[in-house]
């Protein structure tokens, strides 16, 4: 594997970050996953938009955009897979042991592993922890993921693949790692951006090409949706056949199956949109 770190490919043995970066130490960095096809990144332009806005969130500098489309190409180049997981990481850089940023400068750093697409279906649950929706971090793509971690393991334990949140007065946010949705009488509903969910890509796609809608929803609607779908960078549409212990039998649904359709038919037309 050869990994992008501070403006070159390194091997996997020489690609090393101090151990008193501080996206290690205290979490100080952004992220972005963008999915791979055939070596190029998909709706990369978007990703690199979310990537300064969350830069901008912790206050950290605008990251170059330039700079991080030559490592996206220089990885996905020595590295060719049909189908990839191109992560970028933006940190802080070394800095000291407290809170406190030092004066070196950013991290960034650019790999890609291979992946496998999703079933067309899956199972989630939902936990009892909550997203704060007005917080410091709300809506931005930080590396610091241990409550994530946290759920996803809990999901695992219960044979589901994605653990789902609600927010601090009740409402239906996210998943670790996808965007919720939910068909009511036929119409696709999610969760708005104010919930403190994090405002993703495939889920932007998805309201675009088929005219869902960002409604306030009760964490129990996942309770009598008619349907439930995941959208994420890895996942692009995919159905949910079971909620907790309701099955949602015949998934995915019409409505899903007609979103999946057209994402799949839209983003093969573009690879950037």
Request: charged content about 25%; hydrophobic content about 40%.
């Given at each position: 594997?050869?990994?992008?770190?501070?403006?070159?490919?390194?091997?996997?043995?020489?690609?090393?970050v101090?151990?008193?970066?501080?996206?290690l130490?205290?979490?100080?960095?952004?992220?972005?996953?963008?999915?791979?096809?055939?070596?190029?990144?998909?709706?990369?332009?978007?990703?690199?938009?979310?990537?300064?806005?969350?830069?901008?969130?912790?206050?950290?500098?605008?990251?170059d955009?330039d700079?991080?489309?030559?490592?996206?190409?220089?990885?996905?180049?020595?590295?060719?897979?049909?189908?990839?997981?191109?992560?970028?990481?933006?940190?802080?850089?070394?800095?000291?042991?407290?809170?406190?940023?030092?004066?070196?400068?950013?991290?960034?750093?650019?790999?890609?592993?291979?992946?496998?697409?999703?079933?067309?279906?899956?199972?989630?649950?939902?936990?009892?922890?909550?997203?704060?929706?007005?917080?410091?971090?709300?809506?931005?793509?930080?590396?610091?993921?241990?409550e994530?971690?946290?759920?996803?393991?809990?999901?695992?334990?219960?044979?589901?693949?994605?653990?789902?949140?609600?927010?601090?007065?009740?409402?239906l946010?996210?998943?670790?790692?996808?965007?919720?949705?939910v068909?009511?009488?036929?119409?696709?509903h999610?969760?708005p951006?104010?919930?403190?969910?994090?405002?993703?890509?495939t889920?932007?796609l998805?309201?675009?090409?088929?005219?869902?809608?960002?409604?306030?929803?009760?964490?129990?609607?996942?309770?009598?949706?008619?349907?439930?779908?995941?959208?994420?960078?890895?996942?692009?549409?995919?159905?949910?056949?079971?909620?907790?212990?309701?099955?949602?039998?015949?998934?995915?649904?019409?409505?899903?199956?007609?979103?999946?359709?057209?994402?799949?038919e839209?983003?093969?037309?573009?690879?950037?949109?």
């Amino acid at each position: 594997m050869r990994i992008w770190l501070d403006g070159g490919l390194r091997d996997l043995e020489s690609a090393r970050v101090s151990v008193l970066d501080h996206g290690l130490t205290v979490g100080d960095g952004v992220f972005e996953t963008v999915k791979a096809v055939d070596g190029t990144p998909f709706a990369l332009t978007r990703h690199l938009d979310r990537l300064t806005r969350s830069a901008r969130g912790l206050g950290l500098p605008d990251p170059d955009h330039d700079e991080v489309r030559r490592a996206c190409t220089a990885v996905l180049e020595a590295n060719p897979v049909p189908l990839g997981r191109l992560r970028i990481t933006y940190t802080g850089g070394h800095g000291p042991l407290g809170v406190g940023r030092g004066e070196h400068g950013p991290t960034l750093v650019v790999a890609v592993g291979e992946t496998a697409r999703r079933p067309d279906s899956t199972a989630a649950i939902t936990v009892p922890w909550t997203r704060n929706e007005r917080g410091a971090l709300a809506g931005v793509k930080t590396t610091s993921y241990a409550e994530n971690v946290v759920a996803l393991a809990r999901a695992h334990r219960h044979g589901a693949s994605e653990a789902l949140f609600g927010n601090t007065v009740g409402q239906l946010c996210e998943g670790t790692g996808s965007n919720v949705f939910v068909v009511l009488d036929g119409e696709i509903h999610t969760p708005p951006v104010t919930s403190g969910c994090l405002p993703g890509i495939t889920r932007a796609l998805t309201i675009e090409w088929t005219g869902a809608r960002e409604t306030d929803l009760p964490l129990d609607v996942l309770g009598r949706a008619d349907e439930v779908f995941l959208t994420s960078t890895l996942r692009d549409v995919q159905a949910l056949h079971q909620v907790d212990d309701r099955q949602l039998p015949g998934a995915p649904g019409p409505v899903t199956a007609e979103a999946m359709r057209i994402f799949a038919e839209r983003s093969a037309r573009d690879l950037d949109p």
